[in-house]
Nanobody, 116 residues
Framework: QVQLVESGGGLVQAGGSLRLSCEASGGIFGINTMGWHRQAPGKQRELVASIAPVGSTKYAASVKGRFTISRDNAKDTVYLQMNSLKPEDTAVYYC??????????WGQGTQVTVSS
């Protein structure tokens, strides 16, 4: 029933920007903490950013100041604005959501590739 669908990935040059979107279905978006995770080749999946239902946000140190997570509860959508992109940001980005700190629901992922 619950489904998350990411979009907005692609190929950009270093220093460029990209905006990822994650649209949720299932009617539970507004009460879930939402987050963006990423997994780069040969590396573990890491939490990039999260946003609580009330709007409070957290960021990984590696993206703080460059990425911004936001949500529109009326549209059941969470966004990740990615600025000043670096080759190290290249990864598959996944949207996730859940209650009580859990990531119960996951999207299929969207590829972000940053060239030098």
């Amino acid at each position: 029933q619950v489904q998350l669908v990411e979009s907005g990935g692609g190929l950009v040059q270093a220093g460029g920007s990209l905006r990822l979107s994650c649209e949720a279905s299932g009617g539970i978006f507004g009460i879930n903490t939402m987050g963006w995770h990423r997994q780069a080749p040969g590396k573990q999946r890491e939490l990039v950013a999260s946003i609580a239902p009330v709007g409070s946000t957290k960021y990984a140190a590696s993206v703080k100041g460059r990425f911004t997570i936001s949500r529109d509860n009326a549209k059941d959508t969470v966004y990740l604005q990615m600025n000043s992109l670096k080759p190290e940001d290249t990864a598959v980005y996944y949207c996730a959501g859940g209650l009580g700190g859990r990531s119960d629901y996951w999207g299929q992922g969207t590829q972000v590739t940053v060239s030098s």
